[in-house]
């Protein structure tokens, strides 16, 4: 018998086993791996919505309706390419450097330098508007290209509820963190004298966000890319990127046939934009309404530190209670704080400093809170959509969340700046303002003319207490908690393992019924059926 030698195509190399695909026990330690990216991710929204439309106006040489038209425009086009983000990292398994790196943990490998390098230059200060829209487009990228990929991570490493809850209360915890780093370091900076506060600070959490962002490169994982979930990838047709913006859109709007997502995205962004907007106007409040220090606005704001203890209390109570238990109560603690913040503005006592601070912990206890859920409950949205198309969509969600979260946030700069400056404010450097402090030399606050600090009260009072009770009032009618996400994934099994939908328990049929918003005969499609293998013809029954 003759034999000649075959040459066969080099076969591609199995990055399966990789560290990036090798599945371990989420303990506390792995927690805080993920949840560390949230010293930035925390920080980055909390210096959006809290620093930014102040410092543009106090030291970079711009307005009021400049410094919002800033964050608006940077917002908007940074949440169009958020919608492009998602469906990237989704479809980044198809190159080799997405199965050899991850195809999310690859955008965090090139987000930590990036961060590094481009963060300071936001802090420079003087550089009037463009320089300001520039760097801050480019930072909102970068941020955006970071943030994406990692909060589809909960997905990736767990599909078990505690686990999943574990990974975002941790998460929420450097949240707050980074929520009082923000504000605590150029306060303490500040309050040394030192010019360039806001530079140095900027810097130092630069270093903080980098360094995050690659202990949660190499202390995360993703799903492991097995010959069945590499097939149903690949079954995502290849296309264009034109098609892909298009598909994409598409998919976006999609999301809004999950009657659940709908619900949590207003209860998201009405309490996400209420925070922001109380942010923002709050150092103006402090210093124009009240007549204090920049730097109380700042300590003030740094009270966040409360949130510390409050997050950890929360992992508990999502656990035990559910979501809807720590909507109603922070909703209920924000509307408390806010009322005695509009009653002190309107009494003027005459030393209101120790009943600011009672207001601010009790606000902050109650932010915490309002941060901590949303997140919490987000990562058990994508299953409710597989129990819809079959697919593993984790990643559109994440982007229209943050789509959402960025062009609301850009409203809501806009309607701040806006109100402000058609109240008459006069930023420091005004031609003819008259200096509050005659012997002032840096950023001099003025005089304002009437009616800009109860311009400036309303708008830190009303409109955050507006979208609070709007999202409040939401949060009543929303279903998806432990309970109900066990019933669903054991519904999902039993479908996958060749469960006929004809046989389902009425009782969970309602209940799937109810978290999509569609009837349970027009969940489950065929394709996610012959997907999973279970289909048969209705002739073969």
């Known amino acids: 018998m003759n034999s000649r030698t075959v040459t066969t195509p080099k076969a591609e190399r199995d990055y399966s086993t990789g560290r990036v695909y090798t599945a371990k026990p989420i303990t506390i330690v792995r927690s805080m791996g993920y949840g560390v990216v949230d010293l930035m991710g925390g920080g980055w929204n909390t210096i959006v919505g809290g620093l930014m439309l102040f410092f543009f106006t106090t030291y970079g040489n711009v307005s009021v309706v400049e410094g919002g038209a800033i964050l608006a425009i940077a917002r908007i086009v940074d949440a169009i390419v958020s919608l492009l983000i998602g469906p990237l990292t989704d479809n980044f398994f198809r190159t080799k450097l997405g199965r050899k790196f991850g195809r999310r943990h690859f955008f965090l ?51 078990d509820y505690v686990d999943r809850t574990k990974l975002s209360a941790t998460r929420m915890f450097f949240s707050a963190t980074g929520t009082f780093l923000v504000f605590a370091l150029p306060a303490a900076i500040k309050g040394m004298g030192n010019p360039n506060a806001y530079l140095i600070a900027g810097s130092a959490m630069a270093v903080l966000f980098a360094a995050g962002v690659t202990i949660a490169y190499f202390t995360t994982w993703e799903r492991k890319l ?41 209860i998201y962004l009405c309490s996400f934009t209420a925070k922001d907007i ?46 809807r238990f720590l909507y109603a109560t922070s909703y209920s603690i924000i509307v408390a704080a806010l009322l005695a913040l509009g009653a002190i503005y309107l009494i003027k006592p005459e030393n209101p400093i120790a009943i600011l601070i009672i207001v601010g912990i009790a606000y902050q206890a109650g932010r915490a809170l309002l941060e901590f859920t949303p997140w919490n409950v987000y990562p058990f949205i994508p299953d409710v959509d597989y129990m819809m198309t079959g697919q593993h969509r984790a990643g559109i969600y994440a982007a229209v969340m943050t789509f959402g979260r960025k062009s609301t946030g850009a409203i809501g700069s806009l309607i701040v700046g806006g109100i402000i400056e058609a109240s008459g ?27 800009v600090s109860a311009a400036i009260a309303a708008v830190t009072v009303f409109l955050p207490l507006a979208l609070i009770v709007a999202a409040f009032v939401m949060s009543r009618i929303f279903h998806l908690d432990k309970p109900t996400h066990a019933i669903l994934l054991d519904e999902i099994a039993r479908l996958e393992n060749g469960g006929a939908k004809a046989d389902a328990d009425p009782a969970v049929a309602r209940l799937m019924s109810k978290l999509a918003g569609r009837r349970y005969e027009k969940l489950w499609p065929v394709e996610a059926a012959v997907r999973a293998g279970t289909w048969r013809k209705p002739s073969d029954d």
Not at 115 to 144: C, D, K, S
Not at 237 to 258: C, E, H, I, V, Y
Request: hydrophobic share 50%; charged share 10%.
């Open 109 to 159: 490998l090139i987000g930590a330098p990036a961060v590094l390098v481009t963060f300071p230059l936001l802090w420079i200060a003087g550089q009037g508007f463009w320089y300001y829209l520039v760097v801050y487009l480019v930072i909102e990228v970068v941020m955006a290209m970071i943030l994406i990929p990692w909060e589809t991570l909960p997905n990736e490493m767990s599909a």
């Open 226 to 266: 097995t010959p069945e979930f590499l097939a149903a990838l690949e079954a995502q047709p290849r296309q264009s990127m034109w098609k892909n913006l298009a598909d994409t859109l598409t998919q976006a709007g999609s999301t809004f046939q999950n009657l659940t997502f709908v619900k949590h995205l207003v």
């Open 278 to 323: 109380f942010s923002s106007a709050l150092t103006f409040f402090i210093v124009y309404s009240l007549a204090g220090s920049e730097t109380f606005g700042l300590t003030l704001q740094s009270l966040a530190i409360v949130g510390l203890p409050v997050t950890v209390a929360a992992g508990f109570l999502m656990v035990k209670k559910g979501p």
């Open 425 to 451: 404010y006069l930023k420091p450097g005004t031609e003819g303002g008259t200096q509050v402090d005659p012997a002032c030399v840096d950023a001099c606050i003025l005089v304002q003319p009437e009616g």
